[in-house]
Structure formats: structure tokens, C-alpha cells
């Protein structure tokens, strides 16, 4: 899946959601049930009481803000927060790149950060090896049009162009959406893996409208919407599309994912969250 022709950030901006798809697939049930020998992983748990040992993706999206949300998690706690880099970009292989995360989380972080969460999903999608923090934020997808009379989704002419990441929950709530609107009400969807390519789509009006996380059209366009003359869309007449982001903990680490549970609780009460959300220009919910 890899492109040699992308840089490895645009494949880190959708590292969640294809985390989240790889999980979905159970590509790895059982600690080391893929092609890492056992013996590579560490049965034993760290003498580290004095602080937590997160995973981070550096070069996602939401890099920063995940990590001032750890920081604020540990410090809730009483503890130190310490870094390890995450794997990074697409990978290969589905089973290769669950193997490569337990192996690290087994060995080197007890936490992953900044991982997308579906909101109302009743079970985990993720490896018996993993479990789920609750959600610290509820982040919308946004719908970027240049054209002043696309208010909605819904005011869109059929036939027209629309652009999307690939992956996402946003185009694939869209798409859905889209196949249960008459033949000639539907809209025709372009998967995009490079933003920035999106962006100039939607400029030279290549496309109508793309949809996209608003972190990462807050980053390409540098918070300026009104620069590049984008205005927003809502998703009407659907409801809003929301992702949840959590963190990814080792099952075998139940305390841990209970005390961080209870630090975003706490997070969210006293506006902390609400504030990092502001500081780093997301938008959305604080809490789930």
C-alpha cells in the first residue's frame, strides 16, 4: 500500500483511521499470534512507577495535541509522561503491522495515543492483545466548498465531484449516504491520499467540495479558511460526523487503562481538555 510517491507524513495523517480498519479485520487475536516469535515479546511489566511510556505517531496529524493530552494525563496521575515513537505509515502488510505494534507496546510503551474511536460501537474492533480508553474528544469531519450557495451537503448537484481521504469515517458516512438518494441526486466520490492535492482539486474546481478532518484542514490551510476563499458545509441532512480519539492500551494493563479513564474524566470536568482542544484549533467535544 506504501506510494512511492508520497512523503511519509500524508501517510501518517491517516495512520488512525488505518489502524482502525486493520483492527476491524482481527488480523492478530492472540499475543504473538502473527510471525513474530514469542520469545520477542516481554512478559514482565516495567519497575516504572514514577511515570507512563506512551507511543506517538510524530508525524500525524494530531501529534501535538495528542501529546499535551498524555502530558496532562500524566500529570493528573502523579507521574511522568515518557515517548516512544510509534510505527509509521502505511503498512505493507495488515498482520506485520499489528505484529510491529504489540511487539512495541509489549516491549517499549504501555500506551498508544491518538487513536480513532467510532462513537456508539458496542464492541472493540481492536486485538483480544488491546483494549480501549474512553474517548477524550469527539473531533467533526467538515465538508470544505468553494462555491457560496453549498451550504449543505444536500445542496450539491448530482453528478458533481467530491473529494475525500480515503479511509476515513467521513466519506464512508457520505458514500452511504449518498447510495440511498435517487440515481440522479448522486454524487461522484474521488478517495484522496495527499490533502494538499485535495486542496488544489477543490481550488482549480476539479471537485465541488471535499470532506476532511478538521485538524488536518486546519493544518493545510494554516487556520485560514477565508485566504484560500473555502467556506464550510454542513453534512445536512445527516447528522454531524464525529470521530472519537482514545488511546490504545495493553489488555494486560487493566489498572493503568481504569486510572487513565478517570484522569480524562477529570480532564474534561475542569476544562482542561476543552482548552488543549482551543490551543491546538480543534474543534468539536471535549469527553465522549
Given at each position: 500500500?506504501?506510494s512511492i ?5 500524508v ?6 483511521a ?9 488480523l492478530?487475536?492472540a499475543q504473538?499470534g502473527?510471525?513474530i ?7 514482565s ?8 511510556r506512551?507511543?506517538v505517531?510524530d ?6 495535541f495528542?501529546?499535551s493530552?498524555a502530558?496532562?494525563?500524566?500529570e493528573?496521575?502523579l507521574?511522568k509522561?515518557?515517548?516512544?515513537p510509534?510505527p509509521s505509515?502505511?503498512?505493507?502488510d ?6 510491529e505494534?504489540?511487539?512495541?507496546m ?13 462513537p456508539?460501537m ?6 483480544d492483545?488491546?483494549?480501549?480508553t474512553?474517548?477524550?474528544?469527539q473531533?467533526?469531519f ?16 448530482g ?5 475525500g ?8 458516512t ?5 447510495g ?13 491520499g ?9 481550488l ?8 476532511i ?7 493545510i ?7 484560500p476563499g473555502?467556506?464550510?458545509?454542513s453534512?445536512?441532512?445527516m ?11 495493553s489488555?494486560?494493563?487493566s489498572?493503568?487503562r481504569a ?17 488543549l482542544?482551543k490551543?491546538?484549533?480543534?474543534e468539536?467535544?471535549a469527553?465522549?
Open positions: 500500500m506504501k510517491n508520497q512523503s511519509k507524513p501517510f501518517a495523517a491517516l495512520m488512525s488505518v489502524l482502525f480498519m486493520l483492527a476491524s479485520m482481527s492478530a487475536k504473538g502473527g510471525t516469535p514469542l520469545q520477542s515479546f516481554s512478559n511489566r516495567p519497575l516504572q512507577g514514577d511515570r507512563i506512551y507511543c505517531d508525524y500525524s496529524v494530531g501529534a501535538a495528542d501529546r493530552i502530558e496532562a494525563i500524566s493528573a496521575l507521574v509522561a515518557e515517548f516512544k510509534a505509515g502505511f503498512p505493507l495488515g498482520t506485520g503491522y499489528l505484529d505494534l504489540q511487539l512495541i509489549s516491549n517499549e510503551c504501555e500506551v498508544l495515543v491518538g487513536i480513532s474511536l467510532t456508539g458496542a464492541e472493540s474492533p481492536f486485538p492483545w488491546a483494549t480501549v474512553r474517548s477524550y474528544a473531533v467533526p467538515v465538508i470544505a466548498v468553494t462555491d457560496p450557495a453549498y451550504k449543505t451537503l444536500g445542496d450539491i448537484p453528478g458533481k465531484f467530491m473529494g481521504m480515503i479511509g476515513s469515517l467521513g466519506i464512508g457520505a458514500v452511504a449516504f449518498n440511498q438518494r435517487p440515481q440522479e441526486q448522486r454524487l461522484r466520490f474521488l478517495p484522496y495527499d490533502p494538499q492535492l485535495m486542496l488544489k482539486r477543490l482549480d474546481g476539479s471537485i465541488a467540495g471535499m470532506i478532518w478538521q485538524p488536518q484542514l486546519n493544518q490551510t494554516k487556520g485560514d479558511l477565508a485566504g473555502l467556506k464550510l458545509a453534512f445536512a441532512p447528522k454531524p460526523v464525529l470521530t472519537g480519539v482514545g488511546n490504545l492500551v489488555s494486560r494493563e489498572y493503568l486510572s487513565i479513564d478517570q484522569a480524562i474524566g477529570q480532564l474534561v470536568a475542569d476544562g482542561t481538555i476543552a482548552r482542544m490551543k491546538h484549533g480543534y468539536g467535544i469527553g465522549p
